[in-house]
């Protein structure tokens, strides 16, 4: 896979022309027409994008402006055609600075403009590639890499370790690489961050098929990714790391990895763990649910086998999958009694099932530098630009339904949609409105189609609690038994147990699971004090911020990893260790940021916190800050050795 897709040479008149931009994310492709012509006079006041998180404006723009932005662009897309459809030449800084105010008006420019070279690779490319090689720096040092997964951060982090030659294998305890979409193939599976923001930013497609990719297509791209960049050969699949210990006399994990009823063990330098949050189905245990006589299965462990059609099927959870495979699954089946324990906020996406319109697919194909702008624009209307909408107010009250005046916004916006949704059906509309402040827990992607499911004649949304599962089917706590051919648990993943089943051994015999005692603490999400030269991907408190990527993560968090690999093997180290001190101060600032975010301030339950209430899992500032403290590695966080 190439960093980029290049776009291609085009002919089209100006008629063309303007049918394309009839259905084209104006505003983005403003800025990319000035990144590629240096002409900024294009980006007009009146032509910034008003698109918000809970509204997007087709093409990004009102009626008058959207005009004068098709005006604007036909005639430099002309221009441009006319002259050949020159390569571009990459803006200096300050042209970029002027770009990314036209886009974002409020935001810190200076800021940004390091990180959005990086993210949108502009210009030299692959600005987050390591600019060292092992074989420069520690041509003699003995030091290689175990990393343990083989998902999206896996790969990630393989691609860097080869980019700076340094050995590593991967463990991978499936067959294939792509993790979370190799093993999630329920129907209607798909990510629900636009594809153009969740990809790597050292391979950015152009040609995505539809906005937000079904499983298969994903799993293809990390497949291909493998392929590319020489990573397959490095691989063990079908092995699992069953535990690992550090041995401090030769500052070495050695790990037990299992392949089949193979055992052996492994030597490393460094350990990177990538083994992901979201992948121990959790199944609650229900009374009774073992005299079920017919086939019972998790989203994320879906029984192909089982034919649906003509059944009774019973849902347990309606989380983000069930969001997606109720629906799927609901012109099959003959009945399905869907028990919700609490509803969900949906963010409205009409397109969510949709490919890029056929305009939008043109410019991604012709204009250069059009997919990393838009790219762009993912990210700050999904994640950057719509923190304040998350945010919790000490000051706010009442706190049940809305912890701030943005977050009392966001609510009013979604429950409307949902009451539209519900059509005038005021009991389904009591049903799944939420009544606790949105972003408490992950807000869904909606397009319809999941209240489409509820309102099927043949489909009962059951909010009364399961009481127990008997031989053919579930009964409710009023004792309606509900008959089920087929039951599908949708009741999510044991998120707590960070690395779990993995028996992790450091320093002086420190078990960390005991150490972390269900309260998962990295700092940075990354490393743990007493289990030097360990490096999580996808740790504690490093889940995305409203709708952001976690594959943007993955890559701030690689990029940590590289360059304490580098400082090992620079400076002659043998060790990292995680000063305790760090880590605390640390979690007292993630702690106190979560206090003022929805996730954090409300009380509902949600797979972000542990037992305990806190949370562990999201990341409670913006995507910028993670960038800029994962960016560099201080090494007086760490004791050396
Ligand atoms: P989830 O969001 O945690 O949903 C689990 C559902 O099961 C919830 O509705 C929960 O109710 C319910 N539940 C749990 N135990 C129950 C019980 N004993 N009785 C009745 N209901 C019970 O799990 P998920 O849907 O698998 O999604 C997990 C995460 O994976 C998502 O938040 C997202 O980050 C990721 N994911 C992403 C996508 C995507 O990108 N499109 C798709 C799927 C998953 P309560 O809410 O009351 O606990």
Request: hydrophobic residues 40%.
């Given at each position: 896979?190439?960093?980029?897709?290049?776009?291609?040479?085009?002919?089209?008149?100006?008629?063309?022309?303007?049918?394309?931009?009839?259905?084209?994310?104006?505003?983005?492709?403003?800025?990319?027409?000035?990144?590629?012509?240096?002409?900024?006079?294009?980006?007009?006041?009146?032509?910034?994008?008003?698109?918000?998180?809970?509204?997007?404006?087709?093409?990004?723009?009102?009626?008058?402006?959207?005009?004068?932005?098709?005006?604007?662009?036909?005639?430099?897309?002309?221009?441009?055609?006319?002259?050949?459809?020159?390569?571009?030449?990459?803006?200096?800084?300050?042209?970029?600075?002027?770009?990314?105010?036209?886009?974002?008006?409020?935001?810190?420019?200076?800021?940004?403009?390091?990180?959005?070279?990086?993210?949108l690779a502009i210009g030299d490319g692959d600005r987050r590639a390591p600019e060292w090689n092992k074989r420069e720096i520690a041509p003699e040092r003995e030091f290689r890499v175990a990393i343990i997964g083989a998902g999206m951060s896996g790969l990630a982090a393989a691609h860097r370790l080869n980019q700076a030659g340094v050995p590593f294998v991967i463990f991978e305890k499936n067959d294939d690489v792509g993790g979370t979409w190799l093993e999630n193939t329920y129907p209607g599976c798909?990510?629900?961050?636009?594809?153009?923001?969740?990809?790597?930013?050292?391979?950015?497609?152009?040609?995505?098929?539809?906005?937000?990719?079904?499983?298969?297509?994903?799993?293809?791209?990390?497949?291909?990714?493998?392929?590319?960049?020489?990573?397959?050969?490095?691989?063990?699949?079908?092995?699992?790391?069953?535990?690992?210990?550090?041995?401090?006399?030769?500052?070495?994990?050695?790990?037990?990895?299992?392949?089949?009823?193979?055992?052996?063990?492994?030597?490393?330098?460094?350990?990177?763990?990538?083994?992901?949050?979201?992948?121990?189905?959790?199944?609650?245990?229900?009374?009774?649910?073992?005299?079920?006589?017919?086939?019972?299965?998790?989203?994320?462990?879906?029984?192909?086998?089982?034919?649906?059609?003509?059944?009774?099927?019973a849902v347990i959870g309606t989380g983000a999958s069930a969001a997606q495979f109720v629906p799927a699954i609901a012109p099959r089946v003959a009945e399905m009694a869907v028990f919700q324990r609490t509803p969900n906020w949906m963010f409205p996406r009409p397109d969510y099932h949709e490919a890029p319109p056929a305009g939008q697919q043109w410019c991604f194909a012709h204009v250069p530098a059009f997919a990393q702008w838009y790219r762009f624009w993912v990210f700050w209307v999904g994640a950057?630009?719509?923190?304040?909408?998350?945010?919790?107010?000490?000051?706010?009250?009442?706190?049940?339904?809305?912890?701030?005046?943005?977050?009392?916004?966001?609510?009013?916006?979604?429950?409307?949609?949902?009451?539209?949704?519900?059509?005038?059906?005021?009991?389904?509309?009591?049903?799944?409105?939420?009544?606790?402040?949105?972003?408490?827990?992950?807000?869904?992607?909606?397009?319809?189609?999941?209240?489409?499911?509820?309102?099927?004649?043949?489909?009962?949304?059951?909010?009364?609690?399961?009481?127990?599962?008997?031989?053919?089917?579930?009964?409710?706590?009023?004792?309606?038994?509900?008959?089920?051919?087929?039951?599908?648990?949708?009741?999510?993943?044991?998120?707590?147990?960070?690395?779990?089943?993995?028996?992790?051994?450091?320093?002086?015999?420190?078990?960390?699971?005991?150490?972390?005692?269900?309260?998962?603490?990295?700092?940075?999400?990354?490393?743990?004090?007493?289990?030097?030269?360990?490096?999580?991907?996808?740790?504690?408190?490093?889940?995305?911020?409203?709708?952001?990527?976690?594959?943007?993560?993955?890559?701030?968090?690689?990029?940590?990893?590289?360059?304490?690999?580098?400082?090992?093997?620079?400076?002659?180290?043998?060790?990292?260790?995680?000063?305790?001190?760090?880590?605390?101060?640390?979690?007292?600032?993630?702690?106190?940021?979560?206090?003022?975010?929805?996730?954090?301030?409300?009380?509902?339950?949600?797979?972000?916190?542990?037992?305990?209430?806190?949370?562990?899992?999201?990341?409670?500032?913006?995507?910028?800050?993670?960038?800029?403290?994962?960016?560099?590695?201080?090494?007086?966080?760490?004791?050396?050795?």
């Amino acid at each position: 896979m190439p960093l980029f897709q290049s776009t291609a040479p085009f002919q089209d008149d100006d008629a063309a022309l303007r049918r394309h931009l009839a259905d084209a994310h104006l505003p983005s492709l403003l800025a990319a027409v000035a990144h590629v012509t240096g002409d900024l006079s294009i980006l007009e006041d009146e032509l910034r994008p008003e698109d918000t998180f809970m509204a997007q404006v087709p093409g990004g723009l009102g009626e008058g402006p959207r005009e004068r932005a098709i005006e604007v662009l036909v005639r430099q897309l002309a221009a441009f055609r006319d002259a050949g459809c020159p390569e571009p030449r990459t803006p200096d800084d300050e042209t970029l600075t002027r770009i990314l105010g036209f886009l974002v008006p409020d935001a810190k420019l200076d800021d940004y403009l390091p990180l959005l070279l990086e993210e949108l690779a502009i210009g030299d490319g692959d600005r987050r590639a390591p600019e060292w090689n092992k074989r420069e720096i520690a041509p003699e040092r003995e030091f290689r890499v175990a990393i343990i997964g083989a998902g999206m951060s896996g790969l990630a982090a393989a691609h860097r370790l080869n980019q700076a030659g340094v050995p590593f294998v991967i463990f991978e305890k499936n067959d294939d690489v792509g993790g979370t979409w190799l093993e999630n193939t329920y129907p209607g599976c798909r990510v629900d961050i636009q594809n153009h923001f969740y990809s790597y930013s050292f391979a950015q497609r152009i040609d995505w098929p539809l906005l937000y990719s079904t499983h298969d297509v994903l799993l293809d791209y990390f497949q291909q990714c493998a392929e590319d960049f020489g990573l397959r050969d490095s691989i063990q699949f079908g092995t699992e790391v069953t535990s690992m210990t550090w041995d401090d006399a030769s500052a070495t994990w050695k790990l037990r990895t299992k392949t089949g009823d193979t055992e052996e063990t492994f030597v490393a330098q460094a350990v990177v763990s990538a083994v992901g949050q979201l992948n121990r189905p959790q199944i609650p245990e229900i009374p009774g649910q073992d005299r079920f006589q017919g086939p019972a299965f998790h989203s994320a462990e879906w029984d192909h086998a089982v034919d649906l059609e003509g059944k009774r099927v019973a849902v347990i959870g309606t989380g983000a999958s069930a969001a997606q495979f109720v629906p799927a699954i609901a012109p099959r089946v003959a009945e399905m009694a869907v028990f919700q324990r609490t509803p969900n906020w949906m963010f409205p996406r009409p397109d969510y099932h949709e490919a890029p319109p056929a305009g939008q697919q043109w410019c991604f194909a012709h204009v250069p530098a059009f997919a990393q702008w838009y790219r762009f624009w993912v990210f700050w209307v999904g994640a950057e630009g719509a923190i304040p909408l998350v945010g919790a107010d000490p000051d706010w009250s009442p706190r049940d339904r809305s912890l701030s005046a943005g977050n009392e916004m966001l609510r009013e916006a979604l429950t409307a949609y949902l009451l539209e949704q519900a059509g005038g059906d005021e009991d389904l509309a009591a049903k799944i409105v939420p009544d606790y402040p949105p972003a408490a827990k992950r807000i869904l992607v909606d397009n319809g189609s999941w209240v489409n499911a509820l309102r099927q004649p043949h489909v009962s949304l059951v909010t009364d609690e399961i009481r127990e599962i008997d031989e053919s089917g579930v009964v409710d706590a009023n004792g309606t038994h509900h008959p089920a051919d087929v039951i599908v648990y949708g009741t999510g993943f044991q998120a707590q147990r960070f690395l779990t089943p993995m028996k992790v051994t450091g320093r002086d015999g420190r078990d960390l699971h005991e150490a972390w005692a269900g309260n998962p603490r990295a700092y940075l999400g990354i490393t743990v004090p007493g289990f030097p030269n360990f490096f999580c991907l996808y740790g504690p408190n490093t889940n995305i911020v409203v709708s952001g990527s976690i594959i943007y993560f993955s890559e701030c968090e690689v990029n940590y990893l590289v360059e304490s690999l580098r400082i090992l093997m620079a400076e002659g180290l043998k060790t990292m260790d995680c000063r305790p001190a760090v880590l605390d101060a640390y979690v007292e600032k993630v702690d106190a940021g979560n206090a003022l975010m929805a996730w954090g301030a409300a009380t509902v339950d949600s797979w972000y916190k542990n037992d305990a209430g806190r949370v562990t899992q999201n990341w409670p500032f913006s995507l910028l800050e993670y960038w800029q403290q994962t960016r560099t590695v201080d090494v007086s966080d760490y004791e050396v050795g």
